[in-house]
């Protein structure tokens, strides 16, 4: 950065969704609902497409979970569960750099 230049703080959810145009941020928060719906976790192939081949989530607990431990988990998950409902607070998220969305949320699981 040059001397004298001043950075702008990261777009939040508010910046991006107060305009009439769909915003990236709009869409990502759109699929990060279906993520959470007992039809997409059993769908394999469907969480192939939405999530990257490196992807990260770290839980609750601290755990890192990468795209193949978060596969198998929701594979014994659509076993053994009986599809309990996944209700999502607190979700919002931010441009971190052009292409990079980072969510939050909070999560309760019912049924």
Known sequence: MKSGQTTSPAPTIHDMTSHSVPQPVDRVLELERELQTPA???????????????????????RRWDLDSTLAMLR????????????????????????????????????
């Open 76 to 111: 014994d998950e659509s076993i053994e569960s009986d599809s309990a409902v996944i209700n999502l607070s607190g979700l919002t998220a931010r441009i971190l750099a052009p292409g990079v969305i980072q969510v939050f949320r909070e999560s309760d699981r019912t049924g």
């Open 40 to 62: 997409c976790r059993a769908d394999e192939a469907r969480l192939r497409e939405l999530l990257a081949p490196d992807f990260l989530e770290i839980g609750a607990s601290g």
